[in-house]
Nanobody, 122 residues
Framework: QVQLQESGPGLVKPSQTLSLTCTVS??????????WSWIRQSPGKGLEWMGA???????YYNPSLKSRTSISRDTSKNQFTLQLSSVTPEDTAVYYC??????????????RGQGTQVTVSS
């Protein structure tokens, strides 16, 4: 069964770039028609789908975040990475990586990491 685990700093300063990595085990990120997604959840905004990278390597982004978001992958390590630039305190949230069969949506996919809290503060 596929398992996902987020990793990265829990505290980021305003204007800096947030960088998180998702390590996947139990399945390859390059096989089957899945989307490997980043989703965040905050008390003020609820659930927000941020973007995804498909098994074939194409990337997709939430239009509201597209100018600040970049998703990439390292197939040799079976990892995919989120970078969010120019962060503000409003980017404080729990960040999840997930495997999904669709893009977007307003729910947490069943195959996801446990989530990692990221706080933006000076």
């Amino acid at each position: 069964q596929v398992q996902l685990q987020e990793s990265g700093p829990g505290l980021v300063k305003p204007s800096q770039t947030l960088s998180l990595t998702c390590t996947v085990s139990g399945g390859s990120i390059t096989t089957n028609a899945y989307y490997w997604s980043w989703i965040r959840q905050s008390p003020g905004k609820g659930l927000e789908w941020m973007g995804a990278i498909a098994s074939g390597g194409s990337t997709y982004y939430n239009p509201s975040l597209k100018s600040r978001t970049s998703i990439s992958r390292d197939t040799s390590k079976n990892q995919f990475t989120l970078q969010l630039s120019s962060v503000t305190p409003e980017d404080t949230a729990v960040y999840y990586c997930a495997r999904d069969s669709q893009l977007g949506g307003s729910r947490l996919p069943p195959f996801r990491g446990q989530g990692t809290q990221v706080t933006v503060s000076s």
